[in-house]
């Protein structure tokens, strides 16, 4: 089986933000949300909320681009 790139997640004070994702996007993090549930061992799925955070955080550490422009602008 491939492993997810998402681990488990930090328990962090939220900020809330809200905005509109698209159906099929959902879908997809619901889906992600119970394959993620397996893998690491919860009982019950992740809401999307709790997702999209650790999801973003990833994408960002993940992105050489973004990592060498931080890096330069600090």
Do not use: C, N, W
């Amino acid at each position: 089986m491939t492993k997810l790139r998402l681990g488990p997640i930090d328990d962090d004070k939220p900020i809330k933000v809200q905005f509109e994702l698209p159906g099929s996007v959902h879908r997809d993090l619901l889906a992600y949300a119970k394959v993620h549930a397996q893998e690491t061992g919860l009982a019950q799925p992740l809401t999307v909320e709790r997702l999209i955070a650790p999801m973003l955080a990833r994408f960002m550490a993940s992105d050489r681009g973004f990592a060498r422009k931080s890096r330069d602008s600090g």
